[in-house]
């Protein structure tokens, strides 16, 4: 690959929306948010950051918003990652490896389908028994 | 357990993003033999006690964290660097930021491997606030320089899938200018 400058970049990017607006497809506007803290990155976030990325890339999916964040609390899932989009609920992940961050992006961001193995939840409390 | 370098680098200098820093700067220098890895902000800082308490995994800053109390991005670094014989070094100052600096030896039989560096950059200049981050990357007689600012200015806001592999590209294509 030859040195890219700062000018290149600038050029790919104008490419690329030209690209993605000639394409006329609808954007999915969703935002996918993975945990980013030492307990995330320690269980592979970062894997699962670069699979997600990839993905979104392969199959041209546009207006995805890819953030990160600290630690969510739930060091014992990750890595964790949150998504939100509409006409789906807002959906926590756990223990979401390269595939699964894959899986996310061609199923729940292109399909509007959640990954029911891996949505990271807890029993209501009504059906908990005391003590629990 | 951190696998790599880049995971150590990307938790690290997470500390400076979440310690409010406006400049945060990561040098990363090799020579084949070593890897010393310097991220200098100008964040909150941190008094003598606070310091030595950073190297405690059973002690985080309060409020940092909400449901637990245990702070291990320092702590897994000491013991990587001390496994390769090299050396950790914090200087940190209330109100006016903390220097890091870590030594690795790279031939070393339990260095970690290094990572992959474009997408650890990336990671991080797409960290949520308004902050100026550079990475000092050299390599023997050769070297470079990114900065957050720079890559908004060419790709605009740095959180969509587009702009990060673009970013990712722009820094591989430095990385391998580097040892080319």
Same mark, same amino acid.
């Given at each position: ?34 945990? =980013? ?27 995805? +918003? ?43 961001? =292109?399909?509007?389908? #959640? +990954? ?11 059906? #908990?028994?005391?003590?629990? | /357990? ?26 990363? &220098?090799?020579?084949?033999? &070593? ?8 964040? *909150?800082? /941190?008094?003598?006690? @606070? ?12 409020? *940092?964290?909400?449901?637990? *109390? ?8 000491? @013991? ?25 030896? /790279? ?14 950059? /990336? ?9 100026? !981050? &550079?990475? *000092? ?36 294509? !430095? ?6």
């Amino acid at each position: 690959m030859a040195k890219l400058t700062l000018d290149d970049l600038k050029k790919l990017r104008e490419q690329k929306k030209k690209e993605l607006s000639r394409r006329d497809t609808e954007s999915a506007k969703a935002q996918i948010i993975i945990g =980013m803290g030492t307990c995330g990155i320690a269980a592979g976030a970062k894997e699962t950051f670069e699979a997600i990325l990839e993905e979104l890339d392969k199959h041209n999916v546009s207006g995805v +918003i890819v953030k990160q964040t600290g630690c969510m609390g739930l060091c014992y899932s990750e890595p964790s990652v949150e998504v939100v989009m509409a006409d789906v609920p807002n959906t926590i992940y756990g223990n979401v490896s390269a595939e699964v961050g894959r899986q996310i992006v061609t199923e729940h961001i =292109m399909q509007g389908k #959640m +990954i029911s193995e891996h949505v990271f939840d807890k029993p209501a409390a009504d059906i #908990m028994k005391e003590g629990e | /357990m951190h696998a790599s370098i880049c995971d150590f680098i990307l938790d690290i200098t997470q500390n400076s993003i979440e310690a409010n820093a406006s400049n945060i700067e990561v040098a990363i &220098t090799t020579d084949g033999e &070593t890897l010393e890895l310097i991220v200098a902000d100008n964040g *909150k800082g /941190m008094n003598e006690q @606070q310091l030595a308490k950073a190297f405690d995994p059973f002690y985080s800053e309060e409020g *940092k964290h909400n449901h637990r *109390k245990v702070g291990l991005g320092i702590p897994f670094l000491k @013991q990587a660097v001390e496994a390769t014989e090299g050396s950790l070094d914090i200087n940190s100052e209330p109100g006016k930021g903390t220097k890091l600096t870590a030594r690795f030896i /790279m031939n070393n039989f339990d260095a970690p491997p290094f990572g992959n560096l474009p997408s650890t950059v /990336m990671s991080l200049m797409s960290f949520p606030g308004e902050f100026e !981050l &550079t990475l *000092k990357r050299s390599h023997k007689d050769e070297a470079y320089n990114v900065s957050r600012s720079d890559l908004i200015d060419a790709l605009g806001e740095l959180c969509d899938a587009e702009s990060l592999s673009l970013g990712k590209q722009y820094i591989e294509s !430095l990385e391998n200018e580097l040892f080319s």
